[in-house]
DNA sequence: CCATGTTCGGACTGTACGTCCAGATCGGAC
DNA sequence: GTCCGATCTGGACGTACAGTCCGAACATGG
């Protein structure tokens, strides 16, 4: 029943996704597309994955990070699938093997800090990195990107700047402006009406 | 002479490189390939790159991070290009545009990142209890009240709060003067010995 | 008393902040 | 497609602030 699902999913992520379908009954593997470990079907789940689904309320969990006995190191998914009397009938777990994005990342970071002294920083400058950061939360949570954000988007994210006072350090609006993809007269309208709505909701 | 040079890094580099040659005798711009700002040939090269250069012993310089106004972060490279005599005829500046590779490494980290949880690490709203502490401290090691503090004492608080970078935030000067029981003039005076001394002790 | 070194107050310039607005652009509704 | 309202833009503008400069005041020590 679910498996055109998971086939789509393992096709999209390439080589790097695990999907795994339980039978959250007899606790044992229904199927397994792309496996990453030796597990094969008809094998117990040995998940306490289970255990935290049955406690939280919600039916989707995570990303929640796992670690491989090789050192791979996961960003993993479950989700209750109910059938249409709302039993659960199996849960699914996508795994995605984050070390290649890891590895990426790092030297693109690498490329992209490569000032040649580091004398200082007793407190950090970094303020930069941390509106891309706030951005990049933004990003990820909204399943947005930043090109496709909305006004409300936006707002939220000047908002959590505001909040965190990147704003009261020199030349920090025109960083921001450019880590939105935004004018500078953007930042400014957006930063006032967020302003507007703490005082009188 | 040097022009094949800079066209063949601008080549490689892309749209994201913008190479200058400056003039190191009149300090004007000799040429420039891809700009990135509304400089032009002719126009002064208003660069503090050149000092450094006289005063370090080395022709090669960077890489170093320069900011544009609209955002935008440049890692910077300088090298002095000398004739065949010794004698230096020209200055050679690459500026690597890091903000594509921040972003996509930003968007890579997301992916990387598992954590669902959004407190963010707040930005430091205290950075004035900062200021009264550092001044504090220092009267606890020195055993001098601030209105007993000498020139080098003085000095010393204005440079950890440099490296400390609270200079970088507004109107940080003044409270800084306020501390220190010192006037506005004496901040910039000392702050800017402080910042001497480090580039040529 | 002078000499030297430091700070002060204030005037001054330039840069960046923040505002404003007319025109471009986008996103829907029809 | 065409229209319209909402939103963004780029530039111009006034202002506030960062930073510089300098003569006068004020300490120190001889």
Redesign the interface.
Known sequence: MWAPVCQAVVLLLGPYAEVVLHDPRTDRVLGIWNPMTARQHGDPSLLGELDALDQAKQDVY????KVLADGR?L??VSAVLRDPGGEPSAVLCIN?D?TP??E??AV??G???????R???????D??D?V??????Y???SGRRVERFGREDRLAVVG?LD????F????AT??????LKVSRSTVYALLAEHRDRRTSP
Chains 1, 2 share one sequence.
Do not use: K, M
Not at 132 to 137: A, E, L, P, R
């Open positions: 995570g990303p929640y990070l190191r960003s993993s995605l984050r994005l890891e990426a990342a693109l970071a490329f992209a800090a490569p000032t040649v002294q004398p200082e920083p007793l407190f950090e400058q303020w930069v941390r891309q950061h706030t951005v990049g939360s990003v990820r949570e959590r909040e965190a006072g990147v009261a350090v020199r030349r025109p960083v921001v402006a450019a880590a």
